[in-house]
């Protein structure tokens, strides 16, 4: 069966199937959507940090209001980073839990199967 998991309810209901491929390419998906973060953290920071560009008044009303802006889109960043991390982290380790669950069912049958009756 390599590595899928397959749990269907006993009455015909809902029911559960792990294949390790597809939650890789889930994994793969939100590692990509954390490097995007990352990129965008860049541009946040040159958001967050505009200088004005000259010396006069509305230059510096200008630099007042952008960075405000900027710097809220930094903190959103920096949370949703956070958030991607722990989801990776969260799925990569289920992923572990039912790889090791299943390999331990296997070797478990595959010790019935060897039992002399």
């Excluded at 990129?39 to 958001?47: E, K, S, V």
């Excluded at 200008?62 to 991390?85: C, D, I, R």
Aim: hydrophobic residues 35%.
């Amino acid at each position: 069966m390599g590595n899928e998991v397959n749990m269907s309810a006993l009455a015909g209901g809902g029911g559960f199937t792990f294949d390790a491929a597809k939650i890789d390419g889930v994994i793969k998906q939100w590692q990509d959507l954390q490097a995007d973060l990352k990129r965008d953290y860049d541009d946040a920071n040159l958001m967050a940090n505009v200088k004005a560009p000259g010396k006069e008044f509305a230059s510096g009303d200008w630099e007042k209001l952008a960075n405000p802006s900027g710097k809220a889109f930094l903190e959103q960043n920096k949370k949703m980073q956070e958030y991607v991390k722990n989801y990776i982290e969260a799925l990569t380790a289920a992923k572990q839990k039912i790889t090791t669950k299943e390999s331990d069912t296997q070797a478990d049958l595959s010790k019935t199967g060897n039992q002399a009756t």
